[in-house]
Structure formats: C-alpha cells, structure tokens
C-alpha cells in the first residue's frame, strides 16, 4: 500500500508499529524467505517463529509479520486462521495434542479425553489455570497401529490408557 | 463451434466455453454462485452440477461441474437428470443451513442471487434443527455494509476484491465450516472498488449503506438507463428512485465499457442530487431590495430574465464539460456561437483540442475500456488513473492479469479457469510501466515506475518514443539510469503484440500528451498493432471539445474588458476553473448574471437570477465520453410529481424557452430528439449522437420501455399525503421510457436502454446474463453508445508530425518547490464531493512532500507546513511520499480551500512551530 493514501484510513502499516519483532525472529523469517521463490510462501513459517517465542500468535503480530514478508495482512491473517496448530490464543507451557481421529477415536480417545478433563479440569480447547497444559484436537498423528495416541509438546505417546495417562502428563511441569 | 446435446435438444456452442457459460448463453437456467461472468470458474460452491454422459447411449452419466467442464464436440448433457436435479437441490439445502430467515429485514432481499437460486432449485423447506453458526459483523466505512451471518462461503467477494481489483484489505479467514470474509480488523475498506462487493456478493453479507439509510426494495424502485458523470469513462449506472429521491445507484452492463463493475465514486456519489440546499425554484436577487430572494413562477422568471437579457449590450454564455451537449448547444442557440465559451479553462481546452487531434491523426485507434483489458504492454505518462478514473484503472488490471491468462493459455488451461490460471501463472502479468509523479495505487501491478516532475514524465516520453524511432526527436540528457529504463521499455514495445499508451489532462501539461502521442505515433511507425487511450478530466469533457466555443479565460477577459454585461453560466462554477480574484473582478463588471444550474455553487450564490437545473436524475441528455463514446443518460424520475411546485428542468429547456421567449416567439423544442438532431446538424463531428440511443418514438410490441419492475407497490399511496387523488403519471415525451411499471420490460425482444436488470426467476444482477449475447459478452440489442472517434486513414502521411517541444530538465532549486496537483477520488471531483458518504472519505487538504525533501528540511512527521504560492498563503499538514522527487511538492487539487492557480507554480515553504 502506498504511503501517500495510506494515512487516509488506519494501515496495516500503522499497525505493524505497534509490535516488535525481535531481531532474531526478523533474521529467521528472512532466512525462510530465502528458501523459496515467492516469500508468500514462508508465511507458514514466519508464524511458526512467532509462536516459538511466545508460544502464540497476537493479532498485533499479523502485521508485522506481513510487512516483512511483503504480502498482505489479511493474506497472512488468513493463513494463521486456517491451520490449527497455529494458535491465536495464550496456551498453556505444555500443549496435549490428543488424536480424535478415526481409529483413535474407536480405540479410547473419549475416555482419554474424560479422564483429562477429570484430572485437569479441562476440555478440548481449554487450558489450566496454572497455565500448565492446554488440551486441543488433533488429526492423525500417524499412529494408528499404536493407537490411542497424544503428542505432548514434541514427544509423541502412544498405547495410551486412563492408567497410564496421568503418569506420562506427570513429567510435564 | 461445437455441438452439444442438452436433455435431447441439440445446440451449437462457443467451444473455447465451459459448459455452464454454454448452457447460461443458450438461456437455459442452471444455477450457480462461485462462478461469474469476469471472475471465471473455481468450482467451489457444487452448485452448477449436471449430468454428463459418455456417448448417446450412455444412459448412467455421471455428475459434473458445469463451471468447470470444457465444452466437447458432440457430447450429451442433461441439466433435469434427476440425480442431478436432486444433487443441486440438496447443495442449496447445505448452503443453506447456517443461512438466517431474515429476508424480510436484509437490504439484499429482491434483488438476491441466493433466493433466486434456492427458488430455482426447490429447496423451500428448512430440515436442519440445529443450531446455526453466527459471526460478527464488521465496520467497513460508509459505503458498505457487513452480515456475515449471510455468508455461503462462495469466495466470490475475495476473488473480486483482491484477484480483480487489487485490494489488500479483505481476505478470508478459518476453515471448513467456519470460514470468515472480512477485514484483518474492522476499519474502512480501502479499495476504490468496493462497493462492487454488493454486487458480486450473491447475498447479503455486503450490502449498500447509503442505499440501507433511505432502503427501497428493487421492486419499489423507479429506474433509468443513466451514464456515471463522475468523471470521463462514461460507465453506465442504473439509478434507482423513490419518493422523489434517488437511493441508490447500481451497475448496468455494457460489454464495452464497465461491464459489471463501477467505482466507488460513481455508485456512492450521488447524494448530491437529494441535497437540501438545492435550487429548486427560480430565484431573483435584488441586492437593492431588504428581502432575500424573491422566488419567481416559471412565466415571471423567463419574463424578467429576457427582459434583462434584452436590455444587456452583449450576453456571453459560459457551457460546462458537466453538462449534456444539448443544454450546451441550447446556451449556444441562445448567445450566438461568437458569443459561446465553453466554460474550460484555456489551457485545458487547448489540450482537448490537441486530444482530439492526436486521437484522430496518431494513427493508433482509441480503444474501450473492455478492450484496454486485451492490451499486452502498458506505459502510463502522468495519469494516477485509479483517482482521475477508476474504471478505467480497474480495466488496466485486467490487461496486466492478462499475461497470466496467455501463459497458461500456452498450456491448454482456458481463459475461465481462474484459479488453475492463478496456480499456473504465479501472478505473471503484462508488462505495465507508469510514470508519476507519486506513488499510485497501480504500483502492484508495475513493472517498472518513474517518478518525477510533470516535465522530466514528459521527457522521459519523448525519450521512449526516440529510442523506438529514430527519426523523432530525442531528449538528448537523459540521465544513465532513465536511458536504461526506457532502452528496456522499448524492448518491451517491440516484442508486444498490442500495446497501449495512456496519458490525460490531470497533470495539465502539453508536454506529457506531445510525449504521449510520439509514442504512439513511433509505435504505428514500427508497424505495432497499439492503441492510444487519452484522459479528459470530466463527464462531457470531451463534447464539449467537440461542440466548440472559446474558453473560460476568454469570457473573462471579455467581462473585465466591459464588453459584455450579462452572462449565462450553465451548470458551472467558474472559481474551479479560475483564480477567484480573476472571476471576482470579471463578475463585478456583470449586470446581469443568470446561472442555470442544479447545485449552489459559489457561482451560483453570486447570481441575479437563478434557474433550476436538473442533474442526471431529472433529465436527459447525451455525453461524450473518454474514447469519443456518445452515450445518452435518461430522466430518472419527474421532480415535480412528490414536489408540484419544483421547477427544475433540464438546463436545454430553460435556457430555450428563455431564447423563445426574448425572441417572442414559440417554442420549437418540445422533446430531446429535437435538440438531439440539432446539434448533430449543426456540428459534424457530431453528427453521430442521433444514433447513441434509440429516440423517443422507438417502442416494443407497441409499448414504451417500463422503468419500474411489475411488483411496484403503493402508486396509489405515495402522494396520498398532498392529495387523495392519484394523478395521472407523468408522461415522458423525451425518450421511449415510461414512468410507469406498465411497459415492457422483459428480455426476449433486443433493447439497449435497460432501466433494470430483470428477467423471470433473475432478481439479481446476474440477470444481465439474460441480455447478452453470450453471457458477459455485449447486450443482444449491441452495447450502447456510438463512438465518434476514429483514427484517420490518411494519418501517416497528412497528420501531425513528431512533437520536438521537449521540456528541458528539471531545475532544483534550494528554497522552491514546484506544486503538482495530486487527484483523490473521494473529494477531486464537484458533485460527488457534496455526497455525505464521500465527504466520510475524503481526507483533509495536505501538503506531500518526498521523504528525502522532508528530512532535509527537518521537518517533523506531525507538523504543518506554510505554502507560499504567488499571492497565496497555505498552512497544510503534512504527508509523506515515499516517491515524489525533491523540488516537487503535491497538492490535492479540487479541493474547497485549495486555490485553483497554484499548479505548476513553484512555491515556498516553512515549517509551522506547534505551540
């Protein structure tokens, strides 16, 4: 958007003053541009850099990230709004990613789900009140044959059962 | 050409279409939503299935996309398979699911795309109990307004808005089922083109808002095939009236100039004529007398005019490029040709007169703005076109987006394709090249800019036009960089198969159109197929050029020199034309000044005597427009039947009988078609706007054309409140419209001049389809208007030569500036500027300077700036350019308060200390 008709109304340049992106994140992002042809490309990405430092994504970010990737926002706004795993809320230090898919679903996931939300007193979506755990859906973690399976961060559990459930959420402070 | 059958009948098609194109141009009703005439297919809302089968004998098919199934020769269709009809009904039903029951209340209800798809499917009863999905609504600005609950999530609104129209503040947001159009956040939308999303929309999620304050339902509306005088592309509308007031303004289709779209300046700028401080009776000002204006009867104010007029030494009429060429040639009837000027300032009215010439004598033919999409090479001079006109603007993008289309093309993906098309072609556009003199809002789509002073935009012309041929005149002291840049252009010219030059009035420099026209004339030289695409500033600009008379200057002149005392002024304020002190002095020496006119301009108030004009809504009249297109725009409504005592007329019918009756005699004009034909034998040139409409007498099956819809309701009631007796409708003797919903308003026969959009079971615009030829193709009936100009055939050997007048580089100076004018499209231009919508969305009159200019003078982002130019004094804030060179300064020109003699000045600056 060219400056001159940009002060007209309030810009997403305006915008993306208001938020700070680390030196370290802008580096990052503009190593992932270089990656591919079109930077719009990287948006997956840039977001994903921003969710590392602060575990999510403020709607403040959305321009700035699209400054720097030169597309815009609403572009960016899009792509963060679509996936999932991109979160758009504060989440808790540790996100369960519980499988609700199929075969997971027929093997336990509504007992795992339950005994969470006994335990933890949280539901799909939800995250404790001592910014402990955030619980969310997922689709699929390729496990199948191990199934009912979570993701704990980045550790991939899988055989889960009510029993053996807490123990492994245990280890996460 | 290729056959195909549908349900046993058997049809010849366009091959290059896909089958819902086919079957929607044969008239048969398949219906959809994500597909549209210029946005082409996605295949995304399943609504246009139908079956396809392998040979005659196959009788299983199977279902297909119609939008996204290519035509083949001698193939078997059926749109009433019963599976298929089934398949569509239940895609309604999804569709419809979160869809809320709020018909009754939603602005889009009569005129909606998804009532009339749902009807046309059958889908009349709601089975889904659940609960629906809601979303919150956004403040979009004053134009549009935003329901999101509405959404079935067809994409047409994004794809209009940022794949055609280049806009970057609209996207979709979410997944699968909860998918959310809108803003990043809430604010104005920023596109110049928005308000075609309440078009494109095929519900109610965007609707009109200055429609919403004053709402009529379509059906309860009176309509006219009118013309946009917003500025010269000569879009057409459809202006929808009520109660004596126009409440809205649609798009009416011409498939060679806007086709579905409009900008938001011609659809959103028409308060003006339901303003309050309107003359609407004839006003005399007697300074001497203690009361204010004396209104006057019809009889009494042409009375008293001729007999001032009669007691005048010299009346000098003064026309308007705002007004129709009949109220001009009526002015001129009335003073005598040597005493007509045509209100255009001298140094405008030369450049239109060289316009023309290089239009007729450059050998390259002018195109429409339906062709300028078929361009494959662009170079700009001067012209920020999204703000001097938009349309036109918009049809560039399609030519830039053609490259994307002829790369895929190569790759057997047809042109309707859009989004394999945008996959394929990784927005690979046509080479567009603009030089301005600040950043435009056509940047994205650019390949190259330049930026600089009207002067070095002009040598950097010149320059473009030496290096494709070296017998023109060459610049000589192009700078290295700028020589690089137009060797690359050149390059780019001869490898291009159509190219386009644009140049306009707006930077009011003959050096930028003698660049432009070396161009031209260099790239007919090269034996290129191109076109030339010339910008006058207003609605009839380019009439009026045509019809003749002096300029404004002279009539000024003419005054201050005592050798005239009284003058006509036709819908005209001078002081946007001439310095006020210029006009001031000019009418201090005027008797009797008579101002015919619609709106209270400065001009106007100043008047003896005032005569009340009708704007587009109350009048007809024929204008010429950009590419030389003579277009007539119809009566909307008769003033005078809500208001019995209004008098406002067409500015022709005044101005006529006030001549009939100085010359006491009566009256020869009693309808436009005489007026029309006069002036058409009075100038040659334009001995072609007879046949820009059908006349007066022109009927179907008998019946003259309805401009209300069959349902419109309570004609008994509507003036129930000034008398219980319904009078008779007012009769339109000028045109071949009724006031009436009687009449004929139906598709079959062919008719150019359509007031509105219908056809049975099509309430929305998308009725349009059923008037073309083939659907987003012309009307049946041929796209109206006559075009006037057209390249000589003699031109290479007996036009003008090779302009060699180049302006020498530009001088920086220390402590000067020179002023540009800067356009905005919300505030540049006079009518629309007096629409409360628009006025939302002007900004206030600033000062730009380049960045570079502003950190030397250290000045600060907030402050304002003192601009001193010749006699005047300017405090401005400030706003930084990111492109416009140092030494040149921009201001927003037609802006109240701006001084009107200013550009091309050089000015002095300082900065404001803030308390």
Same mark, same amino acid.
């Given at each position: 958007m ?8 309030t810009?997403?340049?305006a ?6 992106l680390?030196?370290?994140?802008r ?5 992932e541009i270089?990656h ?12 994903k850099i921003?969710?590392?430092r602060?575990g999510?994504?403020p709607?403040e970010?959305?321009?700035a990230?699209?400054e ?20 758009r809320q504060?989440?808790g ?9 199929m075969?997971?679903?027929i093997?336990?996931y ?6 969470i939300k ?9 995250t404790t009140s001592d910014?402990?755990f ?7 973690l390729?496990n ?30 | ?8 009948k ?9 089958l ?5 141009s044969?008239?048969?009703?398949v219906p ?21 089968y392998?040979d005659k004998?196959d ?6 996309m ?5 035509i083949?020769?001698d ?5 009433e398979?019963d ?20 018909c009754?209340?939603?602005?889009e209800?009569?005129?909606?795309h998804l009532?009339?798809?749902t009807?046309?499917?059958g889908?009349s009863k709601?089975r ?15 134009f ?9 999530a067809?994409?047409?609104?994004v794809?209009?808005?940022?794949d ?14 909860n ?11 920023e ?11 095929p519900t109610?999620?965007?609707?009109d ?9 379509k059906?309860?509306l ?12 000569g ?14 303004i ?7 100039v ?6 938001d300046?011609?659809?959103f700028?028409y308060?003006?004529v ?7 009776l ?10 204010a204006d004396i209104? #006057?009867?019809?009889? &009494?104010?042409?009375?008293?005019t001729?007999?001032?007029?009669k007691? =005048? %030494?010299?009346?000098? *009429? !003064?026309?308007?490029?705002?007004a129709?060429l009949e109220?001009?040639f ?11 000027s045509?209100g255009?300032e001298?140094?405008?009215l ?5 316009m023309?010439?290089?239009l007729?004598e450059?050998g ?14 662009v170079?700009?001079?001067?012209e ?6 938009a ?12 490259g994307?289309?002829e ?11 859009a989004?394999?098309?945008?996959n394929?072609?990784q ?10 003199v600040?950043?435009?809002k #056509?940047d994205?789509? &650019? ?7 009207p002067?070095e935009? =002009? %040598?950097?012309?010149? *320059? !473009?036009a030496a ?13 290295d ?6 060797a ?8 291009a ?33 191109g ?6 500033s207003?609605?009839?600009s ?7 008379g002096?300029?404004?200057?002279w009539?000024?002149k ?6 005239a ?7 005209n ?7 006020a ?8 020496n ?16 100043r008047?003896?005597?005032v ?9 007809d009249?024929?204008?010429v427009?950009?590419e030389?297109?003579a277009?007539r725009?119809f ?16 500015a022709?019918r ?20 005489q ?5 058409a ?6 001995a072609?706007i ?32 000034l008398s ?27 008719r ?5 959009a219908?056809?049975?079971g ?9 008037f073309?030829?083939?659907?987003g193709?012309?009307l049946?009936?041929g796209?109206?208007?006559i075009r ?7 031109s290479?050997?007996?036009g ?8 020498s ?7 000067r ?13 006079e ?16 000062i730009?300077?380049?960045a ?13 700036v ?13 706003r930084?350019s ?23 000045e ?10």
């Amino acid at each position: 958007m060219s400056s001159l008709y940009s002060d007209l109304i309030t810009s997403d340049r305006a915008e993306a003053l208001k938020y700070e992106l680390t030196e370290e994140e802008r580096a990052e992002i503009i190593a992932e541009i270089g990656h591919y042809e079109n930077p719009r490309a990287a948006s997956i990405e840039a977001l994903k850099i921003v969710q590392k430092r602060q575990g999510w994504v403020p709607d403040e970010a959305i321009p700035a990230v699209a400054e720097v990737l030169g597309i815009p926002a609403s572009d960016v706004e899009g792509v963060a709004t679509f996936y999932s795993q991109i979160f758009r809320q504060p989440v808790g230090r540790h996100i369960i990613r519980l499988c609700d898919s199929m075969v997971c679903f027929i093997n336990g996931y509504e007992t795992l789900r339950g005994k969470i939300k006994s335990e933890l007193g949280i539901d799909v979506g939800q995250t404790t009140s001592d910014d402990r755990f955030t619980l969310i859906p997922v689709v699929c973690l390729g496990n199948c044959d191990k199934s009912p399976a979570m993701m704990v961060d980045d550790d991939t559990y899988s055989n889960l059962s009510p029993d053996n459930l807490m123990s492994v959420l245990e280890a996460y402070k | 050409m290729a056959t195909i059958h549908i349900d046993g009948k058997e049809y010849e098609v366009d091959g290059a279409d896909n089958l819902l194109q086919a079957c929607l141009s044969l008239g048969l009703d398949v219906p959809y939503f994500c597909w549209h005439p210029s946005l082409g297919s996605v295949g995304s809302c399943r609504q246009c299935a139908v079956k396809q089968y392998r040979d005659k004998d196959d009788t299983r098919g199977r279902l297909v996309m119609s939008c996204m199934t290519g035509i083949q020769d001698d193939s078997y269709i059926s749109i009433e398979d019963d599976e298929a009809v089934k398949f569509r009904a239940s895609i309604v039903e999804y569709l419809m699911r979160n869809h809320p029951h709020d018909c009754p209340v939603c602005a889009e209800g009569g005129h909606c795309h998804l009532q009339d798809m749902t009807v046309m499917t059958g889908h009349s009863k709601r089975r889904y109990r659940q609960e629906k999905r809601t979303h919150q609504n956004q403040y979009l600005g004053p134009f549009v307004k935003h329901e999101m609950n509405r959404c079935i999530a067809c994409y047409r609104c994004v794809r209009f808005y940022k794949d055609y129209a280049g806009g970057t503040d609209l996207g979709v947001y979410g997944a699968h089922d909860n998918v959310y159009f809108g803003r990043a956040k809430d604010g104005v939308l920023e596109s110049e083109f928005s308000g075609n999303l309440t078009e494109v929309c095929p519900t109610g999620v965007f609707t009109d808002k200055t429609h919403g304050d004053h709402y009529t339902r379509k059906w309860d509306l009176q309509f006219a095939p009118s013309i946009c005088h917003g500025c010269s592309s000569g879009c057409n509308t459809s202006p929808g009236e009520r109660y004596g007031e126009v409440r809205r303004i649609e798009n009416r289709y011409n498939g060679q100039v806007n086709q579905y779209f409009l900008c938001d300046r011609g659809r959103f700028g028409y308060g003006y004529v339901n303003n309050a401080d309107r003359p609407r009776l004839a006003l005399l000002r007697d300074p001497s007398a203690e009361e204010a204006d004396i209104t #006057l009867s019809v009889d &009494a104010a042409l009375d008293r005019t001729a007999e001032r007029l009669k007691r =005048a %030494r010299r009346v000098i *009429g !003064i026309g308007s490029p705002r007004a129709s060429l009949e109220s001009n040639f009526a002015l001129r009837e009335l003073v005598g040709a040597e005493n007509f000027s045509t209100g255009i300032e001298a140094g405008e009215l030369e450049r239109l007169h060289l316009m023309q010439r290089m239009l007729r004598e450059s050998g390259l033919p002018t195109p429409s703005q339906r062709e300028i999409e078929h361009h494959d090479a662009v170079i700009v001079l001067g012209e920020d076109l999204t703000q001097t006109a938009a349309r036109i603007a918009l049809s560039l993008r399609q030519a830039a987006r053609g490259g994307a289309v002829e790369l895929a093309g190569q790759y057997k993906i047809p042109d309707w394709n859009a989004a394999a098309i945008d996959n394929y072609a990784q927005g690979y556009k046509h080479p567009v090249f603009m030089a301005t003199v600040t950043e435009t809002k #056509l940047d994205d789509i &650019a390949r190259g800019t330049y930026h600089g002073s009207p002067d070095e935009i =002009a %040598r950097f012309g010149f *320059g !473009i036009a030496a290096a494709l041929d070296a017998s023109a005149p060459s610049v000589g002291d192009l700078d290295d960089d700028v020589q690089r840049q137009v060797a690359d252009i050149v390059q780019v010219l001869k490898n291009a198969k159509r190219p386009l030059i644009i140049a306009g009035e707006s930077l009011r420099s003959n050096a930028v159109l003698k660049a432009a026209f070396n161009i031209a004339k260099a790239v007919k030289g090269a034996g290129l197929n191109g076109s030339l695409t010339l910008v006058p500033s207003e609605a009839n600009s380019m009439g009026l050029a045509m019809l003749g008379g002096e300029s404004l200057d002279w009539a000024i002149k003419e005054f201050a020199r005592e050798e005239a005392d009284a003058a006509v002024v036709l819908e005209n304020d001078l002081y946007r034309r001439l310095p006020a002190k210029r006009v001031d002095e000019a009418l201090d020496n005027v008797d009797t000044l008579l101002v015919v006119d619609h709106t209270p301009t400065p001009t106007c108030l100043r008047a003896d005597i005032v005569l009340p004009a009708a704007t587009f809504a109350e009048g007809d009249g024929t204008l010429v427009s950009q590419e030389g297109r003579a277009q007539r725009f119809f009566q909307v409504y008769d003033p005078s039947y809500y208001r019995p005592n209004d008098q406002t007329h067409e500015a022709w019918r005044w101005l006529h009988a006030l001549h009939t009756t100085i010359e006491d005699r009566k009256v020869d004009w009693t309808q436009l078609d005489q007026v029309t034909l006069e002036v058409a034998n009075a100038v040659p040139a334009l001995a072609g706007i007879v046949d820009a409409a059908p006349n007066a007498s022109f009927r179907i099956k008998g019946q003259k054309i309805a401009r209300s819809p069959h349902r419109s309701s309570g004609r008994t009631a509507m003036r129930a409140n000034l008398s219980v007796v319904e009078p008779r409708q007012p009769q339109d003797k000028d045109s071949m419209l009724a006031f009436s919903m009687e009449g004929y308003n139906g598709t079959h026969e062919p008719r150019q001049q359509i007031p509105f959009a219908w056809s049975p079971g099509w309430n929305s615009p998308q009725a349009w389809n059923k008037f073309q030829d083939e659907v987003g193709g012309s009307l049946r009936a041929g796209d109206p208007g006559i075009r006037l100009i057209e390249p000589d055939a003699d031109s290479d050997t007996r036009g003008l030569g090779y302009f060699s007048d180049i302006p020498s580089a530009f001088q920086l100076y220390h402590d000067r500036w020179q002023v540009v004018p800067l356009y905005h499209l919300h505030g540049s231009e006079e009518t629309s500027a007096r629409a409360k919508p628009v006025q939302e969305r002007t900004p206030d009159a600033y000062i730009a300077l380049g960045a570079a200019d502003v950190e030397t003078l250290g000045l600060d982002r907030a402050s304002k700036v003192r601009v001193r130019v010749g006699k005047h004094e300017l405090l401005l804030p400030l706003r930084i350019s990111s492109q416009l060179r140092r030494g040149v300064i921009g201001i927003p020109r037609g802006f109240e308060n701006i001084p009107v003699d200013i550009f091309g000045e050089w000015a002095r600056l300082e900065q404001e200390v803030r308390a």
